[in-house]
């Protein structure tokens, strides 16, 4: 898959400036298909250019004027096409954080507790932002009334995901500080 989708995808949410799509893959799809500035703003322009995405000069007093973005109904149409079709295959998962867990046998075990307890902190970090993104969707609101008055309900449940992510990679790094623990204790 390619950026493409994941920027389509973002604008189903509504018209938004190259700058918004940042902040909302900051804080929803970086989970899973993270993009910096640099790559977000020429995938815009491909896909202007492909006539998937339309675009729109704001005027500004006191800034620079602003490009605001949005789905066009051939855009729509692929991006449903591309919804309907079966992933190819789950993603291989990549992290050198793991493969230095794989190699920690031999060094310093205050080395491998201090990069778990970093991997803590960055997990409970996004959980952190997560749970206040659905606060903010969940406006008060049960889920189950959210989900019944929701015009779309794709974003909540990626953001299930997320939580779902980072709660099990906080609960696997507790477990391995357990288990260094175990093997060599502090003194």
């Known amino acids: 898959m390619s950026l493409k989708y994941a920027v389509l995808a973002a604008l189903l949410e509504g018209e938004a400036s190259g700058y918004e799509l940042s902040k909302s893959f900051d804080v929803s799809l970086a989970n899973f298909w993270p993009a910096t500035p640099q790559q977000l703003y020429r995938e815009l322009e491909r896909l202007a250019q492909d006539g998937l995405i339309e675009a729109r000069v704001v005027q500004q007093e006191r800034r620079p004027n602003k490009r605001l973005f949005t789905l066009t109904e051939t855009g729509r149409r692929q991006l449903s096409a591309f919804a309907a079709e079966p992933p190819r295959k789950p993603a291989a998962l990549r992290d050198e954080f793991l493969i230095k867990i794989q190699a920690?046998?031999?060094?310093?075990?205050?080395?491998?507790?201090?990069?778990?307890?970093?991997?803590?902190?960055?997990?409970?970090?996004?959980?952190?932002?997560?749970?206040?993104?659905?606060?903010?969707?969940?406006?008060?609101?049960?889920?189950?009334?959210?989900?019944?008055?929701?015009?779309?309900?794709?974003?909540?449940?990626?953001?299930?995901?997320?939580?779902?992510?980072?709660?099990?990679?906080?609960?696997?790094?507790?477990?391995?500080?357990?288990?260094?623990?175990?093997?060599?204790?502090?003194?």
């Open 104 to 187: 920690m046998d031999g060094v310093d075990p205050e080395a491998t507790r201090a990069l778990i307890e970093e991997r803590i902190s960055w997990a409970s970090g996004k959980l952190a932002r997560y749970e206040r993104l659905q606060e903010r969707l969940l406006d008060g609101r049960t889920e189950e009334r959210y989900l019944a008055e929701a015009e779309r309900i794709g974003p909540y449940v990626t953001l299930l995901g997320g939580i779902t992510l980072e709660t099990d990679v906080i609960r696997w790094c507790e477990r391995a500080l357990a288990i260094l623990k175990r093997r060599a204790p502090l003194s």
